[in-house]
C-alpha cells in the first residue's frame, strides 16, 4: 500500500519567509510524527499527534514552529519567518495506534528545506 | 533525559568480514528500533526489540537487546556492498511516544 508522503520534496525559501510543509501519513494511521534531520542536531523530534488528543509539541525549537493536523489525516508543519539555521530534512512518520505492541514509525521521503 | 549513542559513528568495511554496531541509552525504555537511511533516502524500518534478550535476524543483520546494560547490538556478518547506509538506533520511552535517535553510524563496504 502507499506509504507516508511528503510535499513538497524540496524548498528554497529567503530569510524571513513562512513556509508550509506537508504531510500524508499512511490510511488508518492514528499518530503521526515530525522529526527534523540536520548535519550539526542530528534526528530531532518536533512534534506529534496521536487521534484526538492534544499534541505533544515539546520538541518544538521555538514559537515560529507550528504544526495542525486536519480531521486526524494530513498534517501542515509551518515554519514563520525562517531563519538559516532552520535548513535541515524535515521528515514525518506515522504508526497504527500509541496502544500496540509492535509499534513501528514508518517514515516519508521528507522535504529538503534550504533557507537562504 | 533519554540520550542514545552509537559508536562507532563511522565504520569502513571489508567485504565478507563481519561487524558491530553499538547502541547505549541512558534510561529505562520500552522499546528500541533500528533503521537505515541511504543517501538522499528516508528511514527504513529494520528491526524493533521489545523486550531483555530479543534477538531479531533479517539476512545479514542481527539485532539484539540487553535491557539491562541499556545496550543493543547490530551484527553485520559477511559484508556485502549493498549493506553500505547509516544505521540509526532509536528509543521510546512508552509505546507510540516519540523517538529518540542515536547519532548514526555511516558504513562503507569496500571490496
Known amino acids: 500500500g502507499a506509504g507516508v508522503s511528503q510535499s513538497p520534496s524540496n524548498k528554497v525559501t529567503e530569510k524571513g519567509k513562512d513556509v508550509e510543509l506537508r504531510c500524508d501519513p499512511i490510511?488508518?494511521?492514528?499518530?503521526l510524527y515530525w522529526y527534523r534531520q540536520s548535519l550539526g542536531q542530528g534526528l530531532e523530534f518536533l512534534i506529534y499527534?496521536?487521534?484526538?488528543?492534544?499534541?505533544?509539541k515539546s520538541g518544538l525549537p521555538s514559537d515560529r514552529f507550528s504544526a495542525e493536523r486536519t480531521g486526524g489525516s494530513v498534517s501542515t508543519l509551518t515554519i514563520q519567518r525562517t531563519q538559516q539555521e532552520d535548513s535541515a530534512v524535515y521528515l514525518c512518520a506515522s504508526s497504527l495506534d500509541r496502544g500496540r505492541y509492535q509499534e513501528t514509525q514508518y517514515f516519508g521521503p521528507g522535504t529538503r528545506l534550504l533557507v537562504l | 533525559e533519554l540520550k542514545v549513542e552509537q559508536n562507532p559513528l563511522f565504520l569502513s568495511m571489508q567485504e565478507g568480514k563481519n561487524y558491530t554496531i553499538y547502541c547505549n541509552y541512558s534510561?529505562?525504555?520500552?522499546?528500541l528500533y533500528w533503521y537505515r537511511q541511504d543517501p538522499g533516502k528516508s528511514l527504513e524500518s529494520l528491526f524493533v526489540?521489545?523486550?531483555?534478550?530479543a534477538v531479531k535476524q533479517e539476512g545479514r543483520l542481527m539485532a539484539s537487546l540487553d535491557t539491562k546494560a541499556r545496550l543493543s547490538t547490530l551484527h553485520i556478518t559477511a559484508a556485502v556492498h549493498d549493506l553500505s547506509a547509516t544505521y540509526f538506533c532509536a528509543v521510546d520511552k512508552a509505546a507510540g511516544n516519540k523517538l529518540t535517535f542515536g547519532g548514526g553510524t555511516r558504513v562503507l563496504v569496500k571490496p
Open positions: 499527534f496521536q487521534g484526538n488528543s492534544a499534541p505533544d
Open positions: 490510511s488508518g494511521h492514528t499518530a
Open positions: 534510561t529505562t525504555s520500552d522499546r
Open positions: 526489540l521489545l523486550s531483555n534478550g
